[in-house]
């Protein structure tokens, strides 16, 4: 099953200006060669103040720059988690070993914000776990929760414990 594809938007800053645009990629998302960038920009990927870039431009401060990046097919992941605690502000879920937190690295859909946000569309993870960690994942499910849970964060008030999983 194919991913929907995402929209990387981005909006040139003045460091960037004079830059070329197909070097601007290759700077940007460094996980590509020129070479596959100038491929993406002849596919039509990418599109530069909503018009298809060629990779030749000049680019200015304040432009918006758009990769539409297309569907594909996502590495395997595990697709479920746990509710531990759910309350009107907060959910709080064990993430599985394998499942990504939040999207990237070739993955979309398989992250367990996408499978949380099927069960709450408004809610968003309040910090991350690595890709291969397993545990405890806090998300605030309104921004009002989320602008405290992130203020107090790393504080002493909070404590995160770490362990070694069983033996």
Not at 61 to 69: S, V
Not at 121 to 150: C, D, Q
Request: aromatic share 6%; with cysteine; charged share 15%.
């Amino acid at each position: 099953m194919l991913n929907r594809g995402y929209a990387y938007t981005t909006i040139i800053t003045t460091q960037h200006q004079g830059q070329t645009l197909l070097a601007h990629l290759a700077t940007l998302y460094p996980h590509a060669t020129p070479q596959a960038w100038q491929q993406n920009l002849t596919n039509g990927e990418v599109t530069l103040n909503g018009l298809p870039a060629t990779g030749a431009e000049s680019l200015t401060a304040g432009q918006t720059l758009i990769w539409n990046r297309p569907p594909g097919r996502e590495p395997d992941a595990p697709l479920h988690f746990d509710v531990l605690f759910e309350d009107p502000h907060l959910l709080a879920v064990n993430k599985p070993s394998g499942l990504p937190t939040l999207p990237g690295g070739g993955f979309l859909e398989h992250t367990l914000l996408r499978l949380v946000q099927k069960r709450c569309p408004t809610a968003n993870p309040v910090h991350r776990l690595g890709r291969a960690t397993s545990g405890i994942v806090l998300f605030a499910k309104a921004s009002e929760a989320a602008a405290k849970l992130t203020a107090r964060w790393n504080t002493p008030g909070i404590q995160k414990i770490y362990g070694r999983g069983k033996i």
